[in-house]
């Protein structure tokens, strides 16, 4: 019964024109978060510079858009990494990304702006995942955001501070 709602419920869907296409992205979106969440974590070797928790009680986290753990950047080789915790959790969604900052961590939607920049699409949505850089100078990057890129809503930020 339910397999042949949620059917109608596509084929309706579908049959709409712009707002299918958002409603099939962000199901696809849900679908490759829900695999990503099983997967194994991965880490990155390397020296860590900087650390940060993420805010939980920023003004944009809320019961649907939410994260919580630690972020790292990690030198390996001549390279800049991106790395989140083993107790890195997020809410569910369909296209969350991560950005960098040489900025304060954002708290709230408003404050997304073109200061962000995107490093990429969040590929574990909990546990410890890591992401290359393209900047190669420590004080470009101060802070990190996880966004969702297609419903504008800010998950989770945290600023990165020197390790002591």
Known sequence: MVDRFVLVLLLTVANSSTASAQVLDAIRGHAQD??????DHKK???EV???GEINTRAKGQDMLH????TWSLIKSGNQLFL?????FRSSPGPDYRVYVSSGPAIQDNQDFSDKQVEVGRLTKPNGAAYYPLTIQNLNEVTSVLIWC???KEYIGSADLL???
Request: hydrophobic fraction near 20%; charge should be positive.
């Open 162 to 164: 020197p390790k002591k």
């Open 49 to 51: 510079l900087k650390r």
């Open 34 to 39: 829900l695999r990503a969440r099983f997967s």
């Open 66 to 69: 939410n994260s919580s753990g």
């Open 149 to 151: 890129k297609q419903f």
């Open 44 to 46: 990155i070797d390397g």
């Open 83 to 87: 790395q989140s915790g083993e107790n």
